[in-house]
T-cell receptor, first 113, second 114 residues
Framework: DVKVTQSSRYLVKRTGEKVFLECVQD?????MFWYRQDPGLGLRLIYF???????EKGDIPEGYSVSREKKERFSLILESASTNQTSMYLC????????????FGQGTRLTVV | AQTVTQSQPEMSVQEAETVTLSCTYD???????LFWYKQPPSRQMILVIR??????QNATENRFSVNFQKAAKSFSLKISDSQLGDAAMYFC???????????FGKGITLSVRP
């Protein structure tokens, strides 16, 4: 089975802290995604990576950065966490082909206090 | 900009009945794929069904089927013989661009009444 593993299920951080959300996939997928999920807003793409060290901004990149040094790992970084970044974060991976499905991690519920 | 629209935030269906979830999209591409994903209360998103735009035949996976109207840019999911385990959020999604970046709709929360 394909596995996408997010490092934490629940996370509580303080305002101003630097936060790292880690995601690892085991299927050699080219594409990896970070989404943010909020009630009434659905899934919004933060960043997308289509290869090692390659990244593309999504719809809401402000306040976030990413790192992909190895193909299997895609990290989301909140440089200085703020309360409006309290949300559910979902990582996903897929092959680069348009017809293939994306596989998702369990999600990280981040609360910034 | 390519968009995916799910205009119904919530729906409810009686167990064993049929329900249809709506999705419309906007694209200038001629060949593409469309997906429905399910997110149960446990949160892990899984693929329900996919449709290739150039295929005339609507996709079917057991109790799940698609009503794909390419000209109208409509992609509805029909769930037959609804079961309690079908209760979840359902998202319509569309991969765009050379690298298949996935764009999602806002989702529909489906509840199933016993």
């Amino acid at each position: 089975d394909v596995k996408v593993t997010q490092s934490s299920r629940y996370l509580v951080k303080r305002t101003g802290e630097k936060v790292f959300l880690e995601c690892v996939q085991d299927m050699d997928h080219e594409n990896m995604f970070w989404y943010r999920q909020d009630p009434g807003l659905g899934l919004r793409l933060i960043y997308f990576s289509y290869d090692v060290k390659m990244k593309e901004k999504g719809d809401i990149p402000e306040g976030y950065s990413v790192s992909r040094e190895k193909k299997e790992r895609f990290s989301l970084i909140l440089e200085s966490a703020s309360t409006n970044q309290t949300s559910m974060y979902l990582c996903a991976s897929s092959l680069w082909l348009m017809n293939t499905e994306a596989f998702f991690g369990q999600g990280t519920r981040l609360t910034v206090v | 900009a390519q968009t995916v629209t799910q205009s119904q935030p919530e729906m409810s269906v009686q167990e064993a009945e049929t329900v249809t979830l709506s999705c419309t999209y906007d694209t200038s591409e001629s060949d593409y794929y469309l997906f429905w994903y399910k997110q149960p209360p446990s949160r892990q998103m899984i693929l329900v069904i996919r449709q290739e735009a150039y295929k005339q035949q609507n996709a079917t996976e057991n109790r799940f089927s698609v009503n794909f109207q390419k000209a109208a840019k409509s992609f509805s999911l029909k769930i037959s013989d609804s079961q309690l385990g079908d209760a979840a959020m359902y998202f319509c999604a569309y991969p765009t661009g050379a690298n298949s970046k996935l764009t999602f709709g806002k989702g529909i929360t489906l509840s199933v009444r016993p």
